[in-house]
């Protein structure tokens, strides 16, 4: 019963790591795979053990490991399921020639450059026990085999499955890793028998296994398909039988020889792909595979891994020649198999950065080899680092070779390709992070009346971004995203024909993407395309109550464009405008929102409010007005309002004014109450109290602006002249 409490409080630490340092390297912009295996490594004789080995006798005993390796074994199984369920056929239709070119050379190279790395490593780092041609063959697929599963969430995470590279680079990843699956099962068979000639049975007797899956058992499981299309659900017991054959493939593969991964991978690979089916197959598995057993593993793989072992300078070097081979060899192959084919420098480039990902995949291949003793624990710990240096780098040196800007370039859709080629040059950008477009029209209203028509040629981007799950495991990731994105875009559509104005919508252009951070997603589009403001809707963050906190205030914070947070109390119209001045670079941010409101429409009528308390004096004020009224036409200046009062409380004084008006625009400026700080308490009381709509404007530059600026963008008809001075 001890080793039972034990094994129960082992996995408790396991989860909360893995995910506590998960998280953290998403926070990096890495694969929540990389933090879960370095969590692995933490709790092993790596760091755990080497700062409080006592600590880890006594929380990981010799008693309670195979506890954890039956645990990791059965999430291995039903991983390499989801694996197999997920490798849709479709990724092998894309440009197959360049794509069966690419992936074959990809594994070739690497391969050949490992077989003769094995014969510096052999003699130094194998036991006489393994013969020379298992060793080879096992450090040949760990430097040529490619983490299917990682590369498809990477793709995802850069929105890049709807690009020419990222077709391509699935295409490739998926070829590559069937080839790389079936080499590993020839290696295991060799070492098993320790012989070419003794393996031949075993392999014989996989293809003849491979054979059935792929009639007999295909025939099968496409009437499991036809059973799911007319309940439209598993039952227990349907769920309880496909489950049951997993388990059963696993151990016919492991008895005939090779691994019992092969047999789950051939059940998942075997198993119709209707997007129903394996939707729920893999929404009713993933969660626990990858919450509890997949933890679990990298925990049984960390205890196994002892970077301690490399305690001389020539190990160092050895693992160093280790990681370069494998990347020279991944990269190599790729960027030359895809110059030949016809593909440009930077994008074979990037497909070299892509097909170098080997992350879990790697480290299942390493496992095996370790049980098998083909590889000693000194190459063991030598490969994973290999591994995490690969998958780390992969994303960073993506950016570097591929960056966002080129991505939105490479989309293969036309409708984007024809937006690029009608764009002016330099128009006024505006970009609207919707989140929900079933509730967010009033802000889109808004938006498009800021950017309006008449000062010059505007864009509307309603930017809705969809959070993918964090799970990394899946290729149909990008799948599932393009399935996300069209429906997203179907709603997007709707509110854009539920807009009273037909003639704006022309100048609206939505951007919808995929992403793991909506705050640094936004901030970078926002960037790319060149945006002068981001309007967005106020979301109350899940533990606080003032409004600027949440995924508003990091995009507040990080944004390097002007931001503009909406808060909507419901008004429909847009009529009668309030902007309180206090003379901040924020406020002047609003008064010019304010005059490009004006502009826009006829009706519309502006009230600046500037609120005298202490020593602040009327004249001041007028001069600044007065300044500015000189270079106003008469149609604008007609409709506009000044108002100088005294009080002691300029919130109280908003507040009141804010109640004859549909819409009080306000600086981030501590004399309103709204005061943007980077830490510390945010105080909103006008955001509270204010009567009417609101939005609350911050400058990103702290250079004072001009608003005169807006008025010389102005046309003809409202007979603006551009050469005034601004305000402050």
Not at 420 to 448: F, S
């Amino acid at each position: 019963m001890q080793t039972v409490i034990l094994v129960l409080i082992e996995v408790l630490i396991v989860i909360g790591l893995s995910r506590l340092v998960g998280l953290g390297f998403q926070r990096i912009k890495q694969p929540l795979v990389i933090g879960e295996i370095v969590a692995g490594i933490m709790l092993g004789p790596s760091l755990f053990g080497w700062l409080a080995p006592e600590q880890a006798a006594i929380l990981f005993p010799p008693t309670a490991v195979p506890f954890l390796n039956v645990l990791s074994q059965l999430g291995l199984i039903f991983f390499m399921f989801l694996i197999g369920l997920e490798l849709d056929p479709k990724y092998l239709k894309g440009q197959m020639e360049v794509a069966v070119l690419t992936s074959h050379v990809s594994i070739l190279v690497p391969f050949s450059m490992g077989t003769l790395l094995a014969l510096l490593l052999y003699p130094l780092v194998s036991s006489a026990s393994v013969s020379f041609t298992a060793f080879a063959l096992f450090l040949g697929a760990a430097m040529s085999i490619t983490a299917f599963p990682v590369l498809a969430r990477i793709i995802t995470e850069n929105n890049l499955q709807g690009t020419r590279l990222g077709t391509l680079a699935l295409t490739c990843a998926a070829v590559d890793d069937v080839t790389a699956w079936c080499v590993l099962a020839v290696a295991i068979a060799v070492a098993k028998t320790n012989s070419m000639s003794g393996a031949l049975p075993t392999i014989i007797y996989a293809m003849l296994y491979i054979g059935f899956m792929a009639t007999a058992g295909r025939w099968f499981l496409q009437r499991v398909a036809t059973y799911h299309q007319r309940v439209r659900r598993f039952t227990q017991f349907a769920l309880a039988a496909i489950y049951a054959s997993v388990i059963i493939s696993a151990l016919i593969t492991e008895t005939i020889g090779i691994h019992l991964i092969f047999g789950a991978f051939l059940m998942g690979a075997a198993m119709p792909k209707n997007p129903e089916l394996v939707k729920e197959l893999a929404e009713k598995t993933e969660d626990f595979v990858l919450t509890i057993l997949l933890p679990i593993f990298f925990a049984y793989s960390g205890l196994r891994t002892e970077i301690g072992l490399l305690n001389k300078p020539i190990l160092w070097l050895l693992c160093a020649a280790v990681v370069l081979v494998a990347i020279s060899g991944k990269y190599i192959g790729t960027y030359v198999a895809a110059r030949v084919g016809g593909i440009g420098k930077r994008e074979a480039s990037a497909l070299g950065w892509l097909m170098n990902t080997r992350g879990l995949t790697e480290l299942i291949v390493l496992n095996i080899g370790l049980e098998l003793k083909v590889i000693s624990p000194l190459l063991f710990t030598m490969l994973v680092i290999m591994a995490l240096v690969t998958t780390f780098m992969t994303s960073p040196l993506l950016e570097w070779t591929y960056p966002k800007k080129l991505i939105k370039l490479d989309d293969i859709e036309q409708e984007a390709v024809e937006e690029i080629e009608d764009c002016p040059v330099n128009p006024y950008r505006v970009i609207v992070p919707i989140a929900n477009p079933n509730t967010q029209k009033g802000l889109m209203r808004l938006a498009v009346a800021i950017a309006g028509d008449r000062l010059q040629h505007s864009i509307v981007h309603p930017l809705s971004l969809i959070e993918i799950e964090e799970n990394y495991a899946f290729g149909s990731t990008p799948a599932e995203a393009d399935r996300l994105i069209q429906e997203r875009r179907f709603d997007m559509q709707e509110l854009i024909q539920s807009l009273e104005l037909p003639q704006t919508r022309q100048i609206i252009r939505p951007i919808i993407r995929t992403t793991n951070n909506v705050a640094r997603e936004t901030a970078q589009i926002a960037t790319i395309e060149q945006a002068n403001l981001i309007i967005m809707g106020w979301h109350r963050p899940a533990f606080s109550s003032n409004r600027l906190g949440g995924r508003v205030g990091q995009i507040l914070s990080t944004g390097r464009v002007d931001v503009a947070v909406f808060i909507d109390k419901g008004e429909e119209r847009l009529d009668t405008l309030l902007v309180p001045y206090s003379a901040s670079i924020h406020d002047e941010l609003g008064l010019e929102i304010a005059l490009r409101l004006l502009i826009n429409s006829d009706q519309r009528r502006l009230t600046i409010l500037r609120v005298a308390h202490g020593e602040q004096t009327q004249t001041e004020f007028d001069d600044e007005y007065s300044s500015m009224l000189e270079h106003l036409p008469t149609t604008l200046r007609d409709r506009m309002n000044l108002q100088v009062i005294e009080a002691p409380e300029p919130i109280h004084a908003v507040v009141e004014a804010s109640a004859s008006v549909d819409l009080t625009i306000a600086g981030t400026s501590s004399a309103w109450g709204i005061q943007r700080q980077t830490l510390g308490r945010y105080t909103d009381e006008l955001a509270i109290e204010c009567r009417s709509s609101l939005l609350i404007t911050r400058r990103y530059s702290q250079v004072t602006s001009n608003l005169a600026s807006v008025l010389s963008s102005a046309n003809a008809d409202l007979a603006i002249d551009g050469s005034g001075v601004g305000v402050s």
